[in-house]
């Protein structure tokens, strides 16, 4: 279930997209605090990766999905902001003329091309969000585009890609309440192969507030728990950062 509608979601690439290119080549080798080893460069070189990846993928029979290693690797120096672009470009025409409905390769198996429209317009707000941090202090993620993010983490990244021995779940609760939008509350309980989640509010073991941006922040591992207000066992949160090696 998304919360947005397929022309939400390519606004918002387009925007996000055009925001991520406005980076200064002067920039590209700088750190990102966040996310060690790498650069600029490196987000910037990754989404444009990721780009072709997707645009790959939504030309693929459902059941013929494209070899990584036929992606073209980022070019080393500046003239990687124009890549970037221009597997954008192309992702965006492709998106705009497909048949959303219908059905192609992902890494967690076939699924219909609106999968990927949603995919890339979390995936490029992310990195711009990383590349803008590098520099300066960021400017937020939209608060609807959050909201559905942390819903896309827990119902897509967190069954797939979560280290569950990690984790170490036993039945504990955590509570994500965002401050900034009606409909941002969410219940995550931990077990110890699986979580299962909610939207509620139902009294946890940790509760978090904040913004929906920074929620997502959260539990993409941009921030760390400090930086919400939180009430209750924080080491979940901690836990929850440990484990989630999207």
């Not at 048949?99 to 992310?126: C, F, K, N, Y």
């Not at 779940?169 to 989640?197: F, K, R, S």
Request: net charge negative; with cysteine; proline share 7%.
């Amino acid at each position: 279930m998304t919360r947005l509608s397929a022309a939400d979601y390519q606004h918002l690439f387009r925007v996000e997209a055009a925001r991520l290119t406005q980076v200064d080549e002067r920039d590209l080798r700088v750190e990102i605090p966040h996310l060690e080893g790498w650069t600029v460069q490196s987000v910037v070189g990754h989404t444009g990766w990721v780009y072709r990846f997707a645009n790959m993928s939504l030309l693929a029979d459902p059941d013929s999905p494209p070899n990584r290693g036929s992606v073209p690797e980022p070019p080393p120096g500046p003239e990687v902001i124009e890549w970037t672009a221009e597997g954008g470009n192309e992702l965006e025409k492709t998106l705009s003329e497909i048949d959303l409905d219908s059905v192609h390769p992902t890494w967690t198996g076939p699924q219909p091309a609106l999968w990927w429209l949603r995919r890339i317009a979390h995936e490029v707000s992310m990195h711009r969000w990383d590349a803008e941090s590098a520099t300066a202090t960021p400017s937020p993620i939209d608060a609807r585009q959050a909201i559905d993010g942390i819903d896309e983490v827990l119902e897509i990244f967190a069954p797939n890609r979560m280290q569950f021995d990690v984790l170490a779940g036993n039945g504990e609760t955590v509570h994500l309440h965002a401050t900034d939008v009606d409909d941002g509350e969410w219940v995550v309980t931990y077990h110890p192969d699986h979580i299962d989640w909610e939207h509620a509010h139902v009294k946890s073991d940790v509760a978090a507030r904040g913004s929906a941006s920074d929620l997502l922040l959260l539990v993409w591992c941009r921030l760390p728990p400090s930086r919400l207000e939180l009430y209750g066992n924080a080491s979940l949160l901690d836990r929850w950062q440990t484990a989630a090696t999207f």
